[in-house]
T-cell receptor, first 116, second 116 residues
Framework: DQQVKQNSPSLSVQEGRISILNCDYT??????FLWYKKYPAEGPTFLISISSIKDKNEDGRFTVFLNKSAKHLSLHIVPSQPGDSAVYFC???????????????FGTGTQLKVEL | DSGVTQTPKHLITATGQRVTLRCSPRSGDLSVYWYQQSLDQGLQFLIQYYNGEERAKGNILERFSAQQFPDLHSELNLSSLELGDSALYFC???????????????FGPGTRLLVL
């Protein structure tokens, strides 16, 4: 049962334009959502997070939007840079409310390629 | 650099063998998590420790075990290894709390295990 879904395995955008990565979830107990960036042969790097009590969080070029009614979140990167090319994972946590500790449930990732 | 360290970076071993992966969390973090990333699956939660005690278990095989020591470093032991255990194993840490709370996890660089 895939509780966190990233339906686009890949996305290609031009440098300077906006990159929008999407994530859907099914578990209504999730209350915290995170985006990680991952390069090959490296560990995931934390980018930005959002609590379920908010609908938007911004950090520099990165903005995460949360639509709880639609169980959907998105990561916007503006402007996109070639160094942003990586796999982006969406993750969610229910804070242990369902007895699973603070584990993160991950999506399958979206490969972003920013072209010159 | 996330502040989470993992050793070794690479490990090649044979079926039936036993290996130990080591993780040192960020300074001050009390929670340690282990995740597995295999080729055909995303990041899967294995187990969480908080301040030396097991907090939550995911789909961790009985052949696998872990512990967290008084100095808060953690070890993941994999025994009777099979070809299908070949994967990237990531350790993550977070501040940690005795209660239910969602937290950002910071990941180490991973250990790449190859079972031949």
């Amino acid at each position: 049962d895939q509780q966190v879904k990233q339906n686009s395995p890949s996305l290609s955008v031009q440098e300077g334009r906006i990159s929008i990565l999407n994530c859907d979830y099914t578990n209504s107990m999730f209350d915290y959502f995170l985006w990680y960036k991952k390069y090959p042969a490296e560990g995931p790097t934390f980018l930005i997070s959002i609590s379920s009590i908010k609908d938007k969080n911004e950090d520099g070029r990165f903005t995460v939007f949360l639509n709880k009614s639609a169980k959907h979140l998105s990561l916007h990167i503006v402007p996109s840079q070639p160094g942003d090319s990586a796999v982006y994972f969406c993750a969610a946590s229910d804070g242990g409310l369902t007895g699973g500790g603070n584990k993160l449930t991950f999506g399958t990732g979206t490969q972003l390629k920013v072209e010159l | 650099d996330s502040g989470v360290t993992q050793t070794p970076k690479h490990l090649i071993t044979a079926t039936g063998q036993r290996v130990t992966l080591r993780c040192s969390p960020r300074s001050g973090d009390l929670s340690v998590y282990w995740y597995q990333q295999s080729l055909d699956q995303g990041l899967q939660f294995l187990i969480q420790y908080y301040n030396g005690e097991e907090r939550a278990k995911g789909n961790i095989l009985e052949r696998f075990s872990a512990q967290q020591f008084p100095d808060l470093h953690s070890e993941l032991n994999l025994s009777s290894l099979e070809l299908g255990d070949s994967a990237l194993y990531f350790c993550a840490s977070s501040v940690g709390s005795s209660g239910s709370t969602s937290e950002t996890q910071y990941f180490g660089p991973g250990t790449r295990l190859l079972v031949l």
